[in-house]
């Protein structure tokens, strides 16, 4: 099969904004198809020549098909292109355009809507993860309009509920893969987490800030930057991901007391530009912190009432809340779901050209 045009969807999900493959349409040599992906998205800062918003969180892609798992509805790939960098990256997963993997499904008639709500089953291929997606499906049709209102997207859209199942560790093996909830690295104390996202939590006051700069004043900030890249780059090894150099992960969290009634506040370096709001499994990791006393979180919030929290996370757009189920095993808290709210909306169908010197 010649891969000259290829059909796509994009579609927002959450606050990000990605373009949506079936499977069977792209090349099963991943060489190919990573080389296809960055043809369509684009290989340049400005993406000028592709699809991509020359942003990471316009420049994602997702790879979809029928789930090969039996306890399963579909598989969902994700594939992160680095902007400006000409490579893609495929270690983290993206909750954000997780939350669109339904659209296409039903879209593509991958998964046949059944009355009110329908409950797709998602196998998060990158991080070998279920998570149950709740859609709006009234008259056995997908629902687009609604009044759920999520931070960092205008208007209101019908909701989707996101149920993440056991992801303690999905990405480095444990939820705290250093083997400490504290690790002082570089003078800087520090927590590594991976509830979902392996994510570096520091107190803004580490790093001389208040932690309610802009996200503009942040990336701008080349000292800083310097400072989280080393840190970074340090740790990668420390939480089992290797040498991170050329790794979207893991990402670099700034906390602060809460501003605006929530339980923490963020900024977070993902890895080198700050997010305009926060990532979806990020927010995980975050609020998972928060759940243990002798993580750097402690400083700002110490949670109580278990099994089930709400957590609000503060970032530069608004917030965004989790909610977390745990149980306790052998006196260890065990995190097992974590549930939130997101949109998503179907922009464009249509085929894409990839360059046609991209197909030798
Ligand atoms: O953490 C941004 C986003 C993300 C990823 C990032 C995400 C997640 O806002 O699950 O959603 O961390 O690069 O889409």
Same mark, same amino acid.
């Given at each position: 099969m010649?891969?000259?045009?290829?059909?796509? $969807?994009?579609i927002r999900g959450g606050s990000s904004k990605g373009i949506y493959f079936d499977k069977n349409d792209l090349p099963q040599d991943e060489n190919l198809r990573d080389e296809i992906i960055l043809s369509i998205v684009g290989r340049d800062s400005r993406q000028i020549d592709g699809l991509g918003g020359a942003n990471p969180l316009t420049s994602k892609v997702a790879i979809i098909s029928k789930s090969e798992k039996d306890n399963c509805d579909i598989? /969902?790939?994700f594939v992160q292109v680095v902007v400006g960098e000409n490579r893609v990256d495929s270690s983290p997963n993206c909750g954000n355009i997780l939350s669109g993997v339904g659209v296409f499904a039903i879209e593509n008639k991958m998964v046949i809507p059944t009355e009110n709500t329908t409950t797709i089953k998602v196998n998060m291929i990158n991080s070998n993860n279920i998570c149950e997606l709740v859609m709006q499906t009234p008259n056995k049709?997908? %629902? /687009?309009?609604?009044? #759920?209102?999520?931070?960092?997207v205008p208007g209101t859209s019908a909701p989707i509920i996101c149920n993440y199942l056991d992801v303690a560790g999905s990405v480095?093996?444990?939820l705290f893969p250093?083997? &400490?909830? %504290?690790?002082?690295?570089?003078?800087?104390?520090?927590?590594?987490?991976?509830?979902? $996202?392996?994510?570096?939590?520091?107190?803004a006051s580490q790093l001389g800030l208040t932690g309610y700069e802009s996200c503009e004043e942040l990336t701008n900030n080349a000292e800083l930057r310097k400072t989280l890249e080393e840190l970074r780059l340090e740790v990668g090894p420390m939480m089992n991901l290797g040498e991170v150099s050329k790794k979207v992960v893991p990402k670099m969290t700034i906390i602060s007391a809460p501003k605006n009634g929530g339980s923490i506040n963020t900024r977070t370096f993902i890895p080198h530009n700050c997010h305009a709001a926060i990532g979806v499994l990020g927010a995980v990791s975050v609020a998972s912190a928060c759940l243990y006393d002798e993580c750097v979180t402690?400083?700002?919030?110490?949670? %109580? &009432? $278990?099994?089930?929290? &709400?957590?609000?996370?503060?970032?530069?757009s608004g917030e965004f809340t989790v909610e977390l189920t745990s149980e306790k095993i052998n006196d260890e +808290?065990?995190?097992? %779901? #974590?549930?939130?709210?997101?949109? #998503?909306? +179907?922009?464009?169908?249509?085929? #894409?050209y990839p360059h046609p010197a991209d197909l030798n």
């Open positions: 010649g891969y000259e045009s290829i059909p796509y $969807m994009q598989d /969902f790939l049709k997908l %629902k /687009f309009d609604g009044d #759920a209102r999520i931070d960092g480095c093996g444990s250093t083997g &400490n909830k %504290k690790d002082v690295v570089n003078d800087i104390d520090i927590t590594c987490i991976d509830n979902g $996202m392996p994510v570096v939590l520091i107190n402690s400083d700002i919030i110490k949670v %109580k &009432n $278990m099994p089930i929290v &709400n957590l609000t996370i503060e970032h530069p +808290l065990n995190i097992k %779901k #974590a549930g939130l709210l997101r949109t #998503a909306r +179907l922009l464009s169908k249509g085929v #894409a």
